[in-house]
């Protein structure tokens, strides 16, 4: 199957700080999603991209679909403790039922 | 509404067990599915359904059975358990794959002695 490649793979950062994150794949991609963590639960969407070169904001958060269709990224503006947490990549393989998930990037904030 | 409710959240088995993990939907989503999450290794696709009576594999399969008798419950069976079966299992349900949330259950620990 696909594989999404995401990075870094680790972060921590000071409160307040900007965030950004990035998922690559060796294949194009028609949608690009992301997903958040929180610890001792499932992920859950935050942001849905359709079209390449479109970007979509969901509060603090921004995510790019890239002109490729290879890759997108994820970046959160002015970070809070509670962005702590694994933010996942995911997309479709292409004519497929099955969605396939980057590895994660996991985000610790220092207040 | 509950959404996606797995039992059980942990469960200890020893090596050649066999046990079922159970997940309910009350959303009438019409997909489903499993996955695996282990460290650095991100969630991995064990098998998924399209509806009730259709089921299919994933990305990593081998070890585990499902069916889906209903549109609502989408077990997942273990029929010998192995230490490599370790892992938190996650449901998940959806009306569509891209074009509508996948909304995930709380998740199950397995252990594997």
């Known amino acids: 199957g696909q594989q999404l490649n995401q990075s870094p793979q680790s972060m921590f950062i000071q409160e307040g700080e900007d965030v950004s994150m990035n998922c690559t794949s060796s294949s194009i991609f028609n949608t690009w999603l992301w997903y958040k963590q929180d610890p001792g639960e499932g992920p859950v969407l935050l942001i849905a991209?359709?079209?390449?070169?479109e970007l979509t904001s969901n509060g603090r958060l921004t995510a790019q679909f890239g002109i490729t269709r290879k890759d997108s990224f994820l970046n959160i503006s002015a970070s809070i403790p509670s962005d702590v947490g694994i933010y996942f990549c995911?997309?479709?393989?292409?004519?497929?039922?099955?969605?396939?998930f980057g590895k994660g990037t996991k985000l610790s904030v220092i207040p | 509404n509950a959404g996606v409710t797995q039992t059980p959240k942990f469960q200890v088995l020893k090596t050649g067990q066999s046990m079922t993990l159970q997940c309910a939907q009350d959303m009438n989503h019409e997909y489903m599915s499993w996955y695996r999450q282990d460290p650095g290794m991100g969630l991995r696709l064990i098998h998924y359904s399209v509806g009730a009576g259709i089921t299919d594999q994933g990305e990593v399969p081998n070890g585990y059975n499902v069916s889906r008798s209903t549109t609502e419950d989408f077990p997942l069976r273990l029929l010998s358990a192995a230490p490599s079966q370790t892992s938190v299992y996650f449901c998940?349900?959806?009306?569509?794959?891209?074009?509508?949330?996948?909304?995930f259950g709380n998740g199950t620990r397995l252990t594997v002695t």
């Open positions: 998940a349900s959806s009306y569509g794959l891209t074009d509508s949330p996948l909304h």
């Open positions: 991209l359709y079209k390449a070169g």
């Open positions: 995911a997309g479709p393989e292409a004519g497929s039922y099955q969605l396939t």
